[in-house]
């Protein structure tokens, strides 16, 4: 299940992003556990800096890939502060744990900040429903309608959504 899960993030973020349009960009993974995605930018030629929060992770992925940056940070933290302009900025399965809207208005800020122009932002959420969602304690799903609103605030632009899991249960 966790390898097809795996297989299809892939094949979503290959339909947005091509070889030629990661080579030599730099790269901010932001959650990135245990290095799925560092592994994918880091073969088709990223520079790459991950923030994850926890210090495992980060430890994990320094031994792993020398030659990448990796810092332990909280994305929905004020003191966020990974410096530079990121060619893209890609976040999967992260924004939904944040379940205080404060914090998620302030990681979009974050990720709305280190996106260079020109850049690209990619992230995950479920996105569906008139409403936002909270079905666990440490889940909350937010639909598209949060997104269209916050987005343009912090001078990004929804180019394109990809249906990630469609009908998954």
Do not use: M
Not at 34 to 53: C, K, M, N, P, Q
């Amino acid at each position: 299940y966790n390898r097809w899960l795996y297989a299809r993030k892939q094949d979503c973020l290959e339909s947005l992003l091509h070889a030629d349009e990661v080579r030599g960009k730099r790269v901010l993974d932001v959650g990135c556990g245990t290095g799925f995605f560092v592994r994918w930018f880091s073969e088709r030629g990223a520079a790459l800096h991950g923030a994850d929060i926890t210090d495992v992770s980060v430890a994990n992925l320094h031994q792993q890939f020398p030659q990448h940056q990796f810092t332990v940070a909280d994305i929905g933290s004020s003191s966020f502060s990974i410096a530079g302009d990121f060619h893209i900025v890609n976040t999967w399965d992260v924004l939904y744990h944040i379940v205080d809207d404060e914090k998620h208005q302030t990681a979009l800020r974050n990720l709305a900040r280190a996106v260079a122009p020109g850049g690209r932002l990619i992230l995950t959420d479920q996105l569906a429903g008139a409403g936002n969602v909270q079905p666990a304690t440490h889940v909350r799903f937010r639909c598209l309608a949060t997104y269209q609103k916050h987005l343009p605030e912090l001078g990004l632009e929804l180019q394109h959504l990809r249906p990630l899991y469609f009908k998954l249960n």
